[in-house]
DNA sequence: AGGTTGCATCAACAAACATCAATACAAGCC
DNA sequence: GGCTTGTATTGATGTTTGTTGATGCAACCT
């Protein structure tokens, strides 16, 4: 289920949906909304957790592989991972003992697209 | 001074100087680097200044013309600004009476393509 | 059933952050 | 020189965030 959704919603990439941050200025409502993804996005420990998961060959990642990669509590490590998907980044299942995590597929090519530049995005190099 | 934030993201172009997020795990120090500019970005305040100069005809926006636009202190207006500019962001400059504000070119553009994933990256176009 | 393991939640604390009033600094004007 | 305006810095305060030990819950295994 988890691996079939990024073609499914392949239209929803970068460029075409919304205005980006260098086209007009930005409003409250939206201002709010994108804080809080770039907030989780904020922290070198959520930033690693969700490379780990994005590098990932398959797309999933088990918490019992990612709670000894770091130097930190395992409580820690499940907040972390609790924000990055209150964040709308990553979901979450629970197979049996473990529980997977992905990343949410077309979210982090959509932040990209609203931060590329209008320059940019039409040039090629 | 402010732009250590960003060494790690180097000087080079976008596309092809840095591993994307989804290309490998991060190492300690490119996610501590990394925090620090989408902390910045991690503020309605601070994305709202960030949009309001990006967007801006001609690249500079007065101080002048960004404290009346929110309804905070003229203090709280320029210690966003401060850290905005201590990420990379952006740079300042005097001159006479007041202060300009502009984007430093090409680092929204590779932060986003940092966050672009692999298979986006090669569907852009 | 009882015991063990993997993960999430709770309660509590220190550190970091957003905000403002007061103040300091810089540049123009009288 | 003194006065005014624009911006940055300081000091203080209430809030948010990162972290942990303790606890709770779910799934396995005898």
């Known amino acids: 289920m988890s691996k079939q959704g990024l073609e499914l919603l392949g239209q929803e990439t970068a460029d075409a949906c919304c205005e ?3 086209s007009a200025p930005l409003d409250d409502e939206r ?3 994108l804080a809080k993804v770039f907030k989780a996005l ?3 420990v959520r930033l690693r957790l969700l490379s780990m998961i ?3 060959d398959g797309g999933e990642v088990c918490v019992c592989e990612m709670t000894p990669a770091f130097d930190l509590s395992q409580p820690t490590i499940s907040h972390h ?3 990055l ?3 709308g980044l990553i979901d979450c299942e629970r197979r049996g003992t473990w529980v997977y995590y992905w990343v949410l597929p ?3 090519d959509h932040l990209a697209g609203f931060l590329t530049t209008p320059q940019a995005a039409g040039a090629t190099e």
Do not use: E, T
């Open 31 to 33: 201002a709010a909304a």
């Open 42 to 44: 904020g922290d070198p």
């Open 54 to 56: 994005a590098s990932r």
């Open 81 to 83: 991972l609790k924000l």
């Open 106 to 108: 077309g979210v982090l």
């Open 85 to 87: 998907r209150q964040a």
């Open 20 to 22: 980006g941050l260098a």
